[in-house]
């Protein structure tokens, strides 16, 4: 079984770091002119983007985040940041009128729970949600 040298192992360390293959070459100590190409040719290699995977995958369970957890949380942030609330005059009184607390948070926790599901492929048509509420999510169907 082929094995990784000294250099592809901190080519796979830098290259998780940065997600650079230039950079990630240039810091594993790769001397080629054209370190793209070179990047290029080390992230062809099976047992590069194994090595790549295995690391990966090894940081993602050591944090020990499940997947439910994030979607709550980011649910929770887009909810609240997008609730409406009252606008008070310079006499704090209320005006009648109503805004919402912070679009741009709950934009992003939008932005980042559809990335984090997969929704934002152009390539996919219109799905419709199976997702009803947080206490349905079962960690294994995400």
Do not use: W
């Not at 940081?59 to 008070?88: C, H, M, P, W």
């Amino acid at each position: 079984m082929e094995r990784l040298t000294k250099q592809q192992k901190k080519f796979v360390t830098e290259y998780i770091k940065t997600l650079n293959g230039e950079l990630a070459a240039q810091k594993a100590g790769y001397k080629d002119k054209d370190l793209k190409t070179c990047s290029l040719e080390l992230l062809s290699k099976r047992i590069i983007i194994h090595e790549i995977n295995k690391q990966l995958k090894e940081q993602i369970t050591s944090l020990r985040v499940n997947k439910g957890y994030v979607i709550q949380k980011l649910l929770r942030i887009a909810e609240f940041s997008l609730e409406e609330e009252d606008i008070f005059d310079k006499d704090g009184c209320p005006t009648g009128k109503k805004k919402l607390r912070d679009t741009s948070a709950g934009l992003k926790a939008l932005e980042s729970l559809c990335k984090y599901l997969g929704l934002n492929n152009e390539t996919d048509e219109y799905k419709d949600a199976k997702i009803i509420t947080i206490s349905n999510l079962d960690e294994n169907k995400i």
